[in-house]
Protein backbone atom coordinates (compact mmCIF):
# COMPACT_ATOMS: atom_id res chain seq x y z
CA UNK A 1 0.00 0.00 0.00
CA UNK A 2 0.80 3.65 -0.61
CA UNK A 3 2.09 4.84 2.67
CA UNK A 4 0.59 8.78 1.83
CA UNK A 5 -2.59 6.92 0.90
CA UNK A 6 -2.91 5.07 4.66
CA UNK A 7 -1.89 8.66 6.28
CA UNK A 8 -4.99 10.10 4.24
CA UNK A 9 -7.09 7.38 5.50
CA UNK A 10 -5.56 7.28 9.11
CA UNK A 11 -6.33 11.59 9.15
CA UNK A 12 -9.98 10.98 7.31
CA UNK A 13 -10.65 8.68 9.88
CA UNK A 14 -8.93 11.11 13.07
CA UNK A 15 -11.88 13.18 11.68
CA UNK A 16 -14.56 11.25 12.35
CA UNK A 17 -14.03 10.34 15.95
CA UNK A 18 -12.80 13.66 16.84
CA UNK A 19 -16.62 14.63 15.52
CA UNK A 20 -18.28 11.58 17.05
CA UNK A 21 -16.90 11.98 20.02
CA UNK A 22 -18.11 15.85 20.01
CA UNK A 23 -21.92 14.52 19.38
CA UNK A 24 -21.87 11.75 21.40
CA UNK A 25 -20.74 14.06 24.53
CA UNK A 26 -22.68 16.91 24.01
CA UNK A 27 -25.20 16.71 21.28
CA UNK A 28 -26.64 20.01 22.59
CA UNK A 29 -24.11 21.93 22.08
CA UNK A 30 -23.00 20.21 18.91
CA UNK A 31 -26.82 21.32 17.78
CA UNK A 32 -26.29 25.13 19.21
CA UNK A 33 -23.46 25.08 16.77
CA UNK A 34 -25.40 24.05 13.80
CA UNK A 35 -28.09 26.31 14.63
CA UNK A 36 -25.74 29.17 14.97
CA UNK A 37 -24.12 28.01 11.61
CA UNK A 38 -27.07 28.90 10.31
CA UNK A 39 -27.55 32.26 11.10
CA UNK A 40 -24.25 33.07 9.95
CA UNK A 41 -23.25 34.38 6.16
CA UNK A 42 -22.17 32.33 3.58
CA UNK A 43 -18.65 34.62 3.25
CA UNK A 44 -18.52 33.98 7.31
CA UNK A 45 -18.33 30.55 6.91
CA UNK A 46 -16.22 30.23 3.91
CA UNK A 47 -14.09 32.18 5.77
CA UNK A 48 -13.77 30.37 8.74
CA UNK A 49 -13.09 27.32 6.84
CA UNK A 50 -10.34 28.73 5.04
CA UNK A 51 -8.44 29.36 8.73
CA UNK A 52 -9.15 25.91 9.80
CA UNK A 53 -8.21 25.01 6.52
CA UNK A 54 -4.67 27.03 6.83
CA UNK A 55 -4.15 26.26 10.16
CA UNK A 56 -4.65 22.35 9.63
CA UNK A 57 -1.88 22.96 6.91
CA UNK A 58 -0.01 24.44 9.07
CA UNK A 59 0.02 22.67 11.54
CA UNK A 60 0.71 19.29 9.14
CA UNK A 61 3.84 20.97 7.92
CA UNK A 62 5.03 21.79 11.00
CA UNK A 63 4.56 18.29 12.62
CA UNK A 64 5.29 16.09 9.50
CA UNK A 65 8.16 18.20 8.02
Not at 5 to 23: K, N, Q, R, Y
Request: no cysteine.
Amino acid sequence: RDASMIDLATALSLVLVVEGVLWAVSPDGMKRAAAMALGLANSQLRLAGLIAAVIGVLLVWILRG
